[in-house]
């Protein structure tokens, strides 16, 4: 990144760029006290400093509430099909290397049918960002239970209580060996943008929980660790794992590579766990990241990882190139006409 994004003035001139230039002309409507607001406008604050002109930055949805994100981006975007915004993100990025392209989600659209579509790109290493905004329900269809809602959730569709195991996004994301995985919560906006900066600076593909409110339908959800800041297990590179009003908890290992929540003056503060988020194995970020499955007491959040890997899109453009030496530009009708054709009629 550099200093701020930068876009074309009357007078042909470069100007700065600010949140406001990222504001579209599109009412908002989302329902009053929803946790997009906050993220939208965390994200539009954010946005010139990435550097580049609004024609070079690119948001891509699904479907569901947080996928109306485009709309009031004043970038170019695309509201698309349900549980596709991965493939198509992946399309657009392969093919256009200078663009920088987002991916807004929902728990439901992105791990109910666009769980495959997810977990393909984050293993290629696609060189997109993707915002999975995670509120354990389905809001737009009005307040039925996702892939992320506790077990023995009550909702519309399940009037008994949900007999479903959640997926934890994280874990998922871990699992799938993403290079990037964070955690944050829409309304910490100085924590939020500090993860969006570090995954925008990550090369490949950047994958963002974000515990978002659903005051409609789910509300409250993430309140131990929203309202509860001692519950806030903050992870920073490097640094011993500690937590609480006064850091006298912490994290530490046990012995078959599981974590565990420890009282700082029962274990010394030599026995916990110092925080790698560069180690090439996924391992113990897993480890981390199973601390809390649901956001019910205290609970990681940060960068669980950040490696690097080689991104699928410079890998295939180099396979492009070699290609284009050896054998020079194809010639498309001589290659369609080729093999075994037919003539119909």
Same mark, same amino acid.
């Given at each position: 990144?550099?200093?701020?994004?930068?876009?074309?003035?009357?007078?042909?001139?470069?100007? %700065?760029?600010?949140?406001?230039?990222?504001?579209?002309?599109?009412?908002?409507?989302?329902?009053? #006290?929803?946790?997009?607001?906050?993220?939208?406008?965390?994200?539009?604050? /954010?946005?010139?400093?990435? #550097?580049?002109?609004?024609?070079?930055?690119?948001?891509?949805?699904?479907? #569901?509430?947080?996928?109306?994100?485009?709309?009031?981006?004043?970038?170019?975007?695309?509201?698309?099909?349900?549980?596709?915004?991965?493939?198509?993100?992946?399309?657009?990025?392969?093919?256009?290397?200078?663009?920088?392209?987002?991916?807004?989600?929902?728990?439901?659209?992105?791990?109910?049918?666009?769980?495959?579509?997810?977990?393909?790109?984050?293993?290629?290493?696609?060189?997109?960002?993707?915002?999975?905004?995670?509120?354990?329900?389905?809001?737009?269809?009005?307040?039925?239970?996702?892939?992320?809602?506790?077990? #023995?959730?009550?909702?519309?569709?399940?009037?008994?209580?949900?007999?479903?195991?959640? /997926?934890?996004?994280?874990?998922?994301?871990?699992?799938?060996?993403?290079? /990037?995985?964070?955690?944050?919560?829409?309304?910490?906006?100085?924590?939020?943008?500090?993860?969006?900066?570090?995954?925008?600076?990550?090369?490949?593909?950047? /994958?963002?929980?974000?515990? %978002?409110?659903?005051?409609?339908?789910?509300?409250?959800?993430f309140d131990a660790v929203r309202e509860q800041?001692?519950?806030?297990?903050?992870?920073?590179?490097?640094?011993?794992?500690?937590?609480?009003?006064?850091?006298?908890?912490?994290?530490?290992?046990?012995?078959?590579?599981?974590?565990?929540?420890?009282?700082?003056?029962?274990?010394?503060?030599?026995?916990?766990?110092?925080?790698?988020?560069?180690?090439?194995?996924?391992?113990?970020?897993?480890?981390?990241?199973?601390?809390?499955?649901?956001?019910?007491?205290?609970?990681?959040?940060?960068?669980?990882?950040?490696?690097?890997?080689?991104?699928?899109?410079?890998?295939?453009?180099?396979?492009?190139?070699?290609?284009?030496? %050896?054998?020079?530009?194809?010639?498309?009708?001589?290659?369609?006409?080729?093999?075994?054709?037919? %003539?119909?009629?």
């Open positions: 990144m550099t200093g701020g994004a930068r876009g074309e003035g009357n007078g042909g001139g470069l100007i %700065q760029l600010t949140a406001k230039d990222f504001k579209s002309d599109q009412e908002v409507r989302w329902c009053p #006290g929803c946790g997009d607001y906050a993220i939208l406008a965390a994200v539009q604050g /954010f946005m010139p400093e990435l #550097g580049l002109p609004r024609e070079r930055i690119v948001f891509i949805s699904g479907i #569901g509430c947080a996928a109306r994100f485009p709309y009031y981006m004043q970038t170019y975007g695309m509201h698309s099909i349900h549980g596709r915004a991965p493939a198509i993100a992946t399309g657009l990025s392969v093919s256009r290397p200078d663009l920088s392209v987002w991916v807004v989600t929902g728990d439901g659209d992105a791990l109910s049918i666009g769980g495959n579509h997810l977990i393909h790109a984050l293993r290629r290493n696609v060189n997109v960002k993707i915002l999975l905004f995670n509120n354990q329900i389905y809001g737009l269809t009005k307040g039925q239970y996702s892939p992320t809602s506790e077990a #023995g959730k009550v909702t519309k569709s399940t009037p008994m209580g949900s007999i479903d195991h959640p /997926f934890n996004p994280v874990s998922i994301a871990l699992g799938a060996e993403a290079t /990037f995985v964070a955690r944050t919560i829409d309304t910490d906006k100085k924590h939020l943008t500090a993860v969006l900066r570090k995954a925008a600076l990550h090369r490949g593909t950047a /994958f963002v929980e974000i515990y %978002q409110n659903c005051n409609i339908y789910n509300d409250g959800a800041r001692e519950n806030r297990i903050l992870l920073e590179h490097g640094m011993p794992i500690r937590f609480g009003a006064d850091g006298e908890r912490g994290v530490a290992q046990r012995a078959d590579g599981t974590c565990e929540l420890v009282e700082v003056a029962a274990v010394g503060e030599g026995a916990l766990l110092r925080h790698d988020e560069h180690a090439v194995e996924p391992a113990l970020a897993f480890a981390l990241s199973r601390l809390a499955h649901t956001p019910h007491g205290p609970t990681p959040i940060g960068v669980f990882r950040d490696v690097e890997r080689p991104v699928y899109d410079e890998v295939m453009q180099a396979q492009l190139d070699a290609a284009t030496a %050896q054998r020079g530009h194809g010639d498309l009708a001589a290659l369609i006409g080729s093999g075994d054709t037919w %003539q119909i009629g």
